[in-house]
């Protein structure tokens, strides 16, 4: 690993820790320089703002890893498969918390001006399997694959903001209703909430 590599892992790591305890808000840059034993100057040639620190946060939530996603397409079910993507997504909004999760969400939104943002990987993912489920009939709603996925992320960011608001309500399981709602999942391929879980 290059000492870049290891600074910047650092910083991260460091502002990670300040941002869970403080609250990103109370967290400035000079704060992340003291803890991390850095100058200002050290800081901006890795990062261009405290901003860009966020980023860090989103890049991994766009796609799953390979043993997660070969787990996912060992299912039968296409919408099974979608639900534990959709799970596993959810999964790295609450590690990150509350606070991180709605200042990430703010970005997103001021940065894509108010529209979701889903990464090509992500796309590439979801859009076959939306495809394949309306072919089977597992899911009824028509619309194109595309519409449904912008509709599901726009439903997803509702609920997270929802959440980070601190609303006492049961972040998957929301989820997981909405999903097969908007998707009007056909009876026959419906199964419990508990059942589409990640082992």
Same mark, same amino acid.
């Given at each position: ?9 650092n @910083?991260l790591?460091i !502002? ?7 609250g ?5 840059v000079?704060?992340i320089c003291d803890?991390?034993?850095? &100058?200002?100057?050290?800081f901006?040639y ?8 966020l980023?860090?946060y ?5 796609? &799953?890893?390979?043993?997660i ?20 997504? @959810?999964?790295?909004? @609450?590690?990150i918390?509350?606070?991180l ?7 997103? %939104? ?11 990987? !992500?796309l $590439? ?10 072919k &089977? ?9 595309e519409?449904?996925?912008? %509709?599901?992320w726009?439903? $997803? @960011?509702g ?18 209703? &909405?999903?097969e709602?908007? %998707?009007?999942?056909h ?13």
């Amino acid at each position: 690993m290059s000492k870049k590599q290891t600074t910047q892992e650092n @910083i991260l790591e460091i !502002a990670d820790a300040l941002f869970k305890e403080q609250g990103y808000d109370n967290v400035s840059v000079q704060d992340i320089c003291d803890q991390a034993g850095i &100058a200002k100057p050290t800081f901006y040639y890795y990062f261009p703002s405290k901003e860009d620190l966020l980023k860090q946060y989103i890049k991994p939530m766009n796609i &799953a890893p390979y043993p997660i996603l070969r787990k996912i397409f060992s299912e039968t079910s296409y919408w099974k498969q979608l639900w534990m993507l959709t799970k596993y997504s @959810i999964d790295d909004y @609450i590690n990150i918390g509350k606070d991180l999760c709605a200042q990430s969400m703010k970005m997103l %939104l001021n940065t894509h001006g108010g529209h979701p943002y889903i990464s090509k990987d !992500a796309l $590439s993912i979801t859009l076959p399997i939306i495809e394949e489920a309306q072919k &089977a009939g597992e899911i009824q709603n028509m619309d194109s694959p595309e519409e449904l996925v912008e %509709l599901l992320w726009t439903q $997803s @960011i509702g609920l997270l903001l929802r959440w980070c608001c601190n609303d006492d309500f049961d972040l998957y399981e929301m989820h997981f209703k &909405a999903s097969e709602s908007l %998707l009007n999942i056909h009876p026959d391929f419906r199964f419990s909430f508990d059942d589409g879980k990640i082992e």
